[in-house]
T-cell receptor, first 114, second 111 residues
């Protein structure tokens, strides 16, 4: 069964600090991995998308890494801001016959405090 | 581009009523999906479509029907609403290998 597990479930950090969120998956065959940010009451918004051959992708203060061998990904947030408070969701899509489906993690809830 | 649009934004139903949640996208995306998100929980896939005329079930399809007669539209039908279907519903679309775009959500309360 395809699964995506994220850790930690929740995280509280002080403004200006860095943090790293983890994502482990068992989706196979693999097509791509995406990180989303979901603000409370809003739909998820894409941060990064990575395919099998990509190890790192950045989007401003967000940097995602992918190790396709160990099936692990991380999202690193640098110099956090209050507006980074949100749920961060890891999503993995399969290839070929699985192309229409994406497997969602339950998300990590990040709270940035002043 | 308007992106992914959903209507209505809010809806209150009585148990047993039926309704259709509308979803449309103007990006010519092949893939469209419906998710539900319960309070404090992750998104769960209800139904998805890989193109006009093609639909398939996700994790939690019971009580819902979909159809895809055009590339742009992907309505979700609740056949006989139950309190367990109280949730926020998100529609999403993407092209092949591209990122997924989500609509703003429909908040449904079933009494």
């Amino acid at each position: 069964k395809n699964q995506v597990e994220q850790s930690p479930q929740s995280l509280i950090i002080l403004e200006g600090k860095n943090c790293t969120l983890q994502c482990n998956y068992t989706v196979s065959p693999f097509s791509n991995l995406r990180w989303y940010k979901q603000d409370t009451g809003r739909g998820p918004v894409s941060l990064t998308i990575m395919t099998f051959s990509e190890n790192t992708k950045s989007n401003g203060r967000y940097t995602a890494t992918l190790d396709a061998d160990t099936k692990q990904s991380s999202l690193h947030i640098t110099a956090s801001q209050l507006s980074d408070s949100a749920s961060y969701i890891c999503v993995v899509s399969g290839s070929n016959t699985n192309a229409g489906k994406s497997t969602f993690g339950d998300g990590t809830t990040l709270t940035v405090k002043p | 581009n308007a992106g992914v649009t959903q209507t209505p934004k809010f809806q209150v139903l009585k148990t047993g009523q039926s309704m259709t949640l509308q979803c449309a996208q103007d990006m010519n995306h092949e893939y469209m999906s419906w998710y539900r998100q319960d309070p404090g929980m992750g998104l769960r896939l209800i139904h998805y479509s890989v193109g006009a005329g093609i639909t398939d079930q996700g994790e939690v399809p019971n009580g819902y029907n979909v159809s895809r007669s055009t590339t742009e539209d992907f309505p979700l039908r609740l056949l006989s609403a139950a309190p367990s279907q109280t949730s926020v519903y998100f529609c999403a679309s993407r092209g092949f290998g591209e990122t997924q775009y989500f609509g703003p959500g429909t908040r449904l309360l079933v009494l």
